[in-house]
């Protein structure tokens, strides 16, 4: 083992460094939960002060409950999050197998049209993409959000998992295809589960913009029933007066579900499944 | 009848030609070994017998029937991968019937060949394990249990040796020409190292660059070589070449003599500068100089010489070859 890895100092400096980023990366999250549980007045008069007695206060939590129908968002924006992520890992994975496992005549170029997504936002295309639905008469329907957001992550998705693909041990599926499994049973049976961490990537990085984006469900799904969480949220931001008691209590409930999401993956990301498979 | 017929084979990827016209017949119950450098294509060769790649042109006939476009569970065929490829999720038992599983086998039928497999493998007590619970040596015996429980006519092994160690490999080796006598089933066995052809097999195909070099029984190979590639493959260490003017021949033609045919004596035709001994007990390696060409003669006993030393080396002349310079032997 190197010395300089175990050397105590080291070790603090490290640990050391961790510590101060987290505490920095979770200041902001603190800061809206403590004041989420605030009077109005508390909150202005000593925004870092945990609440106590006098302070405690659930108004924001009832005003979420009453005004607005904020399970429903809720469940709009699980629901447009969940799918989403699905089809863009269910997707992208059989893309990525196809472009990493075969050859085919412009394998290379699909590839390159695919990473392409990566670097062109989608964003630039919300006119194009907003005259698109009108036509299809997908607007103001979570449809129109899921298909955005599933165009928006593949590129990356399948950029990430064929690099890992091409790492499954070719061995593996050759002994699959030799014993008669169909090349869906090995895509599905032997290379995803090795992909296993790879693919949690990938859920984590498109989990969060989706979760949190405001623009799409802003343009293409305003109408009452289809609000996301994000969206939803804004009724309480007003041009003149804002309910921060409101919009605090929203965010900090709109933060649980990601976090659930997000130790799902992560324990993916952790797990390593693959060791005796080959070698 | 034979159990494999390769015809006029040909195969590239895009404009790399991987295989040249190859043509070989496997006969039923004989084992044959692929050998060659790396990159001379024999395990291309062995995915293409197995279905796991087309053919660019030619015939694969497996028993008789014509294959090429067969894919590779339907060939009678089984695999012993380098790597294993065991599948990680499944135990060692699930390991080896799921391909009986996939041709529709019955309970009964699947559960007595696993028994019967895994007793001839001696893996009773691992059957319930994981892939990632064994040794390497336990997995490659559950890698060619997977092979043995589909009772196919012909059987490929991939350099099933190369990932074990040297004491294992030496069992392994034994298990598998046992299993062949108890099986008498085909084989053909890829390997890079010689040792594995000349032990295993009964017939040896060399392979260079895509093409077959020679085909033959190990000790046809090594007494007849038809080349001076083949001549150098096989044995260890590997013949002497040298230009036939050191010995008083014409100066375009090779001669080749195998280690084990030079000894020591006072008067031989040959003088050397010795530059390196191995003292193995049974028999000593003595690595020389002759001019600028080094020849090493593998002396049978232990010997007294040390480095730096002159000697002379006698031969017989019935036991060098002679090759053109195209490589070419001439007889």
Known sequence: ?279 | MTALTLQNVNKSFGKVEVLKDINIEVEDGEFVVFVGPSGCGKSTLLRVIAGLEDVTSGEVRIGGELMNLTPPSKRGIAMVFQSYALYPHLNVRKNMSLALKQEGQSKQVIDERVAKASKMLNLEPYIDRYPSELSGGQRQRVAIGRAIVREPKLFLFDEPLSNLDAALRMNTRLEIANLHQQLDASMIYVTHDQTEAMTLADKIVVLRDGRVEQVGSPMELYNNPANQFVAGFLGSPSMNFFPASLIGESADITTGIRPEDLFLTDDGPISAQITHVEHLGGDTNVIAQMQDHQITARLFGQHQVTAGQPVRFGYAVDRTYRFDPQGVRLS
């Open chain 1, 1 to 279: 083992m190197n010395k300089a890895r175990t050397n105590p100092l080291n070790t603090t400096a490290m640990h050391g460094a961790l510590i101060l980023y987290t505490l920095i990366a979770l200041f902001p999250v603190f800061v809206i939960i403590i004041n989420s549980f605030k009077t109005r007045r508390a909150i202005f008069r000593e925004p870092l002060a945990l609440p106590d007695a006098d302070s405690f206060s659930l108004i924001g939590y009832q005003t979420v409950m009453k005004q607005g129908d904020f399970f429903l968002y809720f469940q709009n924006s699980m629901i447009v999050t969940v799918v989403s992520l699905t089809f863009i890992l269910l997707f992208g994975a059989m893309a990525a197998f196809a472009l990493s496992e075969y050859r085919f005549k412009g394998n290379l170029i699909m590839g390159l049209y695919l990473a392409l997504g990566i670097m062109i936002p989608i964003r630039i295309g919300t006119v194009a993409i907003l005259e698109m639905m009108v036509a299809t008469g997908l607007v103001n329907t979570l449809w129109a959000l899921i298909l955005v957001y599933t165009a928006q992550g593949l590129p990356l998705a399948v950029f990430i998992l064929s690099e890992f693909m091409r790492q499954v041990s070719d061995d593996l599926k050759d002994a699959g295809r030799v014993d008669g499994l169909s090349e869906y049973t090995i895509f599905f049976r032997l290379v995803l589960p090795l992909v296993r961490p790879a693919m949690a990537t990938v859920a984590v990085f498109n989990m969060i913009p989706i979760w949190n984006d405001l623009w799409f469900p802003l343009i293409l799904a305003p109408a009452e029933e289809t609000k996301t969480l994000t969206l939803g949220s804004q009724v309480f931001i007003g041009q003149f007066v804002t309910d921060w008691n409101a919009v605090l209590s929203a965010l900090s409930m709109a933060i649980l579900p990601v976090l659930v999401l997000y130790v799902i993956f992560s324990r993916q990301l952790i797990r390593g499944l693959t060791s005796g498979a080959v070698k």
